[in-house]
């Protein structure tokens, strides 16, 4: 059974996605195009690299995500460091340790930059804060000068995953002719999370009605905030308050309308976008939500 996919952003609780994965390949899915915002672009570029879904569990399980919330010391000092941080970088940590922790592991099945992978195999959504536009990975690197064929696969998934404020945007300098006519400083283009702009798009291989089209399933992470209200405390806690919030409202009105059939929704058991600091028992619970949410999606489901 030959799918579309595409998995929707949501930090920590990313891991979920796998485990849903697990359960699609079990029931005879095989996946043909995939994209992702965020968390959910590591899981599509695994899938576009050729990573199977049990070599995607070990992945998962053995990931220490703490790392990832890396910054030069300087920066640990209570109070003042982190908000000097934020200051001078505009993120709370660098985003290069999750960078190069996805450059590896790509590496290890040979795929390095999007040439690598066949062409339209991988979308991956970030959002370009400098002209207020959503930014389709790679293609959309066109228009700022830019080859998508050589472009690393790594360095557009940690765009995906920028977390405003959390973690720094990834500065993108145009080339060519999309830089004539700029001075120096307009060239320059900051690139966040895809979420801020569409963190679940389900629409993107969505064909005119009247042409053939192959079913595209979304992977979607429900069960964030419900219930559970954000405590502002500072300037911090309101930013992560205000980027959960968008995240949950996204693209909600396309989804629960019209597409609700074609979308497998994922309990996330109350982990936090940001929610790093992890435990083991707790990755292990949301890999089985995605992988208990997944076989009861395709016990029922009939494609169109």
């Known amino acids: 059974m030959l799918i579309n996919a595409v998995f929707e952003g949501g930090g920590v609780k990313g891991i979920s996605l796998a485990g849903a994965v697990k359960a699609a390949e079990d029931s005879g899915v095989v996946f043909n195009r995939v994209a992702g915002t965020s968390s959910g672009s590591i899981v599509a570029a695994l899938l576009a690299a050729g990573f199977t879904a049990d070599e995607m569990s070990e992945i998962v399980k053995a990931t220490p995500y703490a790392s990832f919330l890396y910054r030069a010391p300087i920066f640990n000092i ?12 505009k993120g709370l940590y660098s985003g290069e340790a999750l960078e190069y922790w996805i450059y590896n592991i790509l590496k290890s099945k040979g795929i390095r930059t999007f040439s690598d992978i066949p062409p339209g195999k991988l979308m991956i959504i970030a959002s370009d804060i400098t002209n207020g536009k959503i930014l389709v990975l790679p293609d959309d690197l066109i228009k700022l000068g830019m080859n998508p064929a050589t472009f690393e696969v790594s360095k557009a998934v940690r765009m995906s995953t920028s977390i405003p404020y959390f973690f720094d945007p990834v500065i993108l300098r145009m080339c060519g002719q999309a830089a004539r006519g700029k001075s120096f ?11 801020l702009l569409s963190n679940f798009p389900l629409w993107l291989f969505d064909v005119p009605p009247g042409q053939p089209q192959l079913q595209t399933i979304g992977f979607q992470m429900v069960g964030r905030t419900t219930g559970r209200p954000h405590i502002i405390r500072g300037p911090i806690s309101m930013l992560t308050a205000m980027f959960e919030t968008m995240l949950s409202a996204h693209d909600e009105r396309y989804i629960e309308q019209v597409n609700r059939f074609r979308t497998i929704k994922i309990p996330t058991l109350g982990v936090g976008t940001t929610q790093f600091q992890i435990s083991p028992d707790k990755i292990t619970e949301l890999y089985e939500s995605g992988v208990n949410a997944g076989k009861k999606f395709f016990r029922n489901w009939k494609p169109s």
């Open 78 to 89: 209570k109070i003042i460091g982190p908000a000097i941080r934020l200051w001078i970088k």
């Open 185 to 195: 400083k307009d060239q320059f283009v900051y690139v966040v999370d895809g979420g």
